[in-house]
């Protein structure tokens, strides 16, 4: 069997689709019975498969929206069937899908797709709805995402639920660090520091609250920790800037906008904790990423989160300041519980791996495409 695989939409690997797909790829192996195969722009030849020695198809557009949309509605069967595709997955399928599949397909949900609604034209939920129900099958990285496609109408029955992985090869235990200040390619961050880790980009991110729970914290305790936001700037990016630098604590607030991912490990290992407070998240890895580096953390109720991190740790209303101040406090004093927590972790995290994700996603693929 041969398999395709859509680049487009993914950013290059510099978005958390462009991550997902970098991640798993490295797990996918050709054999004797599965080939697979990426497809995209050219620039993407070497971004993705590299280390698996996946072929990549280059597709001659133009680098817009419109150009590869039009692309997606009307040339990219011809493509597939031209390839021999015996099914497509598409990581991107809010950005572009084919009117009908054929070959087969997979369609990978990551979003919550009621909540990117908001943001859409009636003729961009049109299609986002028609084509998620209209494809094969719907992968989503949790049940929470699931029970979101329901509002919108898409069949329970062909949504399969895939948890994203955790690379075991960078996110680890790593000996305690020392030193006040940690070198982090490209950035120098004084320790202690908490960590949020997720692009700007919406209101329900909840980074405002965050800057003012962390404020509380500081008032009340004293210590010198900061607070480090990590991740693209979006669209609520200058109103985040604005309250960082306008609170009574802004020389412990820093702010990186794109950080590289290779980078991560190093900043989630000299961190005292992770802290997360999305509530629109679908896949939520992060926090699985920080347990298996072996930092505390607490997240959001809302969303994903809670069915990813178990009871591991630390839950807070995103909307309550007072109460995510609380579950900072407890990160920073409590010796025991960031003992606990952190044992627990490690040991929740190491449940899973892209190596799980990949043969369900491959299972997934086999299925559509023994239809």
Not at 144 to 150: A, H, I, P
Not at 190 to 196: E, G, I, S, V
């Amino acid at each position: 069997m041969k398999f395709g695989i859509d680049t487009f939409g993914c950013e290059h690997g510099r978005s958390g689709l462009g991550s997902y797909l970098t991640s798993i790829s490295q797990n996918f192996q050709n054999s004797e019975d599965f080939e697979f195969e990426f497809f995209g722009a050219e620039i993407d030849r070497y971004t993705y498969g590299g280390e698996s020695n996946i072929s990549f198809e280059s597709v001659l557009l133009p680098e817009n929206d419109r150009a590869e949309k039009f692309w997606h509605y009307f040339v990219c069967n011809h493509f597939a069937r031209k390839q021999k595709y015996d099914a497509i997955l598409f990581p991107a399928s809010s950005y572009a899908l084919p009117l009908v599949f054929s070959p087969p397909s997979v369609a990978l949900v990551n979003e919550i797709i009621s909540e990117l609604f908001a943001t859409k034209t009636f003729s961009e939920k049109l299609r986002i709805k028609s084509g998620l129900k209209r494809v094969d099958k719907i992968i989503v990285p949790s049940y929470f995402v699931k029970k979101d496609l329901k509002r919108i109408g898409i069949n329970q029955e062909k949504i399969i639920v895939v948890h994203s992985g955790v690379n075991h090869s960078l996110f680890y235990p790593r000996e305690v660090i020392t030193a006040e200040t940690e070198m982090i390619k490209p950035f120098a961050i004084r320790r202690p520091y908490f960590l949020y880790a997720s692009t700007m980009s919406s209101p329900f991110k909840r980074h405002i609250e965050l800057i003012k729970a962390f404020e509380i914290f500081k008032k009340k305790t004293a210590l010198p920790h900061r607070l480090v936001l990590a991740g693209n700037e979006g669209a609520c990016s200058e109103s985040i800037k604005k309250v960082a630098v306008s609170s009574a604590f802004a020389s412990d607030i820093f702010i990186t906008g794109y950080f590289p991912h290779e980078s991560f490990p190093s900043l989630y290992a000299g961190s005292e904790g992770c802290l997360f407070p999305s509530e629109i998240e679908g896949v939520g890895l992060p926090v699985l990423e920080a347990m298996a580096t072996g930092i505390p953390v607490a997240c959001s109720k809302s969303g994903a989160l809670q069915e990813l991190a178990g009871e591991k740790a630390i839950l807070f209303d995103s909307t309550n300041i007072e109460d995510m101040a609380t579950a900072i406090e407890k990160i920073a004093v409590d010796t025991n519980l960031r003992k606990k927590m952190i044992k627990e972790g490690i040991n929740w995290a190491k449940k899973i791996s892209w190596e799980q994700t990949a043969r369900e996603t491959i299972d997934v693929l086999k299925s559509v495409a023994e239809k």
